[in-house]
């Protein structure tokens, strides 16, 4: 018997298709992959971030919460929320995110943590990524220096962090407000 080729798709393809109802989906490679709905611990730790964002944010920045962040032509990975600054597409999508956040559970931390930070770090406009555990308090921060990146500690229990996008200071204390942690 015969195997089928698994069909692999562009980022345009891709939008093109439109929302699936119910889905929630990304690219990776030219493969369509399912992603599981956040939980309820990692959707208020979402809301945290935001609230921490739009404080310390200045126009023309604005927060994206469930973008898609084109990669490359086959990958199109949708972070939990990121800072724009620059213009949108012709379809109104954000281009090249300045600050990319990612809210880690136990289904996507190995991904988040290797491929996704690194191919964030390839964007020309990322300044800054955060990755935030939602089952544990601890933070990575990735700061782009003039030539390369600075990635700290992880940073743990009532800690804080300095972002340079926002020039402000972030307490843990803030991002993990109401989950429990």
């Not at 015969?2 to 493969?31: N, S």
């Not at 599981?36 to 971030?49: E, L, M, S």
């Not at 289904?107 to 996704?116: A, P």
Request: aromatic letters at 6%; proline letters at 5%.
């Amino acid at each position: 018997m015969a195997e089928t080729a698994e069909r692999l798709w562009t980022v345009e393809e891709f939008l093109a298709r439109g929302e699936q109802p119910g889905l929630r989906e990304e690219l990776h490679a030219g493969r369509i992959v399912a992603m599981a709905p956040p939980r309820d611990r990692h959707g208020t730790i979402v809301g945290n971030a935001v609230y921490a964002i739009r404080r310390g944010l200045r126009s023309p920045c604005r927060v994206v919460v469930d973008p898609g962040v084109k990669i490359d032509d086959a990958t199109l990975f949708v972070p939990d929320l990121v800072v724009a600054c620059g213009p949108r597409d012709a379809e109104g999508r954000t281009v090249e995110p300045t600050l990319v956040v990612e809210v880690l559970s136990l289904g996507t931390r190995s991904l988040d943590l290797g491929l996704k930070e690194d191919a964030y770090s390839e964007l020309s406009a990322c300044r800054e990524i955060w990755l935030v555990d939602s089952e544990r308090r601890w933070v990575r921060i990735w700061r782009r220096l003039a030539e390369s990146w600075s990635v700290t500690l992880p940073i743990r229990a009532g800690g804080s962090f300095a972002s340079a996008v926002l020039d402000a200071e972030i307490g843990l204390d803030e991002l993990y407000a109401d989950t429990g942690l």
